[in-house]
């Protein structure tokens, strides 16, 4: 079965520079989450979109923008970025059934 | 503020005992609740869930346990096996935050053969 697909998987970028992350949710799911997993922390809410449009902020920095394109995949644009920044990055869809499906997740590293 | 605790940050079982899994929360609008398994350089896969208005969801090996007064939940896998080895998320929401999830720090389970 097809799942969540994200890319790339890992990303190394310099204090400052933009990143983008990609999220391809599986079929027919109208939800995405964005969520990021610092180092032995537990992953934080970003954002999430229902039918392309925004419904959900959480703890997004400003730095950071996020959309969902007519073809449902959503992006993670980071600008600025700042070694804290350093983190797994998750992407999640849902049917609206509640469970979220995860996808393997983009490693950003900041140097 | 961590509204969702897993005050256990790992836990070791022998195979074919009972791995117990406990989460707490703080809000208790909470009306949903669910038990995630992530594997090393694995994104998060779904277990198990349950709504507020049971207090035991079973699924074969895995059964979710609810005491809404205590504001705690438990997640029992029996018998546990090493493939079961694993970090396990507890993760909550409300209707009242839409579709936000909030997760506990996880516990990392290993079974030992």
């Known amino acids: 079965a097809a799942g969540v697909i994200q890319s790339p998987r890992h990303l190394i970028k310099e204090k400052r520079e933009t990143a983008t992350l990609k999220c391809y949710p599986i079929p027919r799911h109208d939800t995405v989450y964005w969520y990021q997993q610092g180092p032995g922390q537990d992953p934080q809410f970003l954002i999430s979109?229902?039918?392309?449009?925004?419904?959900d902020k959480g703890s997004i920095p400003d730095r950071f923008s996020a959309q969902q394109f007519s073809d449902y995949h959503s992006e993670l644009n980071m600008s600025s970025l700042e070694l804290g920044d350093s983190a797994l990055y998750f992407c999640?869809?849902?049917?609206?059934?509640?469970?979220?499906?995860f996808g393997e997740g983009s490693r950003l590293t900041v140097l | 503020d961590q509204q969702v605790k897993q005050n256990s940050p790992s836990l070791s079982v022998q195979e074919g005992r009972i791995s117990i899994l406990n989460c707490d929360y703080t809000?208790?609008?909470?009306?949903?609740f669910l038990w995630y398994k992530k594997y090393p350089a694995e994104g998060p896969t779904f277990l198990i869930s349950?709504?507020?208005?049971?207090d035991k969801n079973e699924d074969g090996r895995f059964t979710v346990f609810l005491n809404k007064s205590a504001k705690h939940l438990s997640l029992h896998i029996v018998p546990s096996q090493p493939g079961d080895s694993a970090v396990y998320f507890c993760a909550a929401s409300t209707q009242d935050t839409g579709n936000q999830f909030y997760f506990g720090t996880g516990t990392s389970l290993t079974v030992i053969p």
């Open positions: 979109f229902y039918e392309k449009m925004q419904s």
């Open positions: 349950i709504s507020s208005i049971k």
């Open positions: 809000n208790s609008m909470f009306d949903y």
């Open positions: 999640a869809s849902s049917p609206n059934t509640g469970e979220l499906f």
